[in-house]
C-alpha cells in the first residue's frame, strides 16, 4: 500500500505551463508504476500519462509534444510537466500508484489496475 499526495494545480492562461507533484510514501516507491488521470466535470477518469518502474513512459495522444511524465526515486515523487496548456485540459488531476506488472502496456491506460490513488489537484485553463 502507498499514500499518495498531489500539488501544484492552479489557474493558468492558455499556454501556460504547470508542473504536478505526486509524493509518495512507502520505501519501495522505485517498484510501483505510477500514473496521471485527469476527470472533467461530467466526464469520466481518463487516462494521461504513465511510468514504469524502469522509466518507460507512456501518454494519451492528446497530450504527447506537450506533457512529460517522470519520476525521482529518491523524493519518492512523480511529476508531470505541462506545457502549452489548452481549456481543454481543465480537469482534476489525479496521481495513482500499482505495484503490478504488466507485459500488456496497454493496461497501464486503465484506470482499474490502479489501486492506490491520491486526492487529485485542480488544473483550470483559461482562454
Known amino acids: 500500500q502507498v499514500q499518495l499526495v498531489e500539488s501544484g494545480g492552479g489557474l493558468v492562461q492558455a499556454g501556460g505551463s504547470l508542473r504536478l507533484s505526486c509524493a509518495a510514501s512507502?520505501?519501495?516507491?522505485?517498484?510501483?508504476?505510477m500514473g496521471w488521470f485527469r476527470q472533467a466535470p461530467g466526464e469520466e477518469r481518463k487516462f494521461v500519462a504513465a511510468i514504469r518502474s524502469g522509466g518507460t513512459t507512456y501518454y494519451t495522444d492528446s497530450v504527447k509534444g506537450r506533457f512529460t511524465i517522470s519520476r525521482d526515486n529518491a523524493e519518492n515523487t512523480v511529476y508531470l510537466q505541462m506545457n502549452s496548456l489548452k481549456p481543454e485540459d481543465t480537469a482534476v488531476y489525479y496521481c495513482?500508484?500499482?505495484?503490478?506488472?504488466?507485459?500488456?502496456?496497454?493496461?497501464?491506460?486503465?484506470?482499474?489496475?490502479?489501486?492506490?490513488w491520491g486526492q487529485g489537484t485542480q488544473v483550470t485553463v483559461s482562454s
Open positions: 512507502g520505501r519501495t516507491f522505485s517498484n510501483y508504476a
Open positions: 495513482a500508484a500499482t505495484y503490478a506488472v504488466y507485459a500488456d502496456s496497454s493496461r497501464y491506460y486503465h484506470a482499474n489496475v490502479y489501486p492506490n
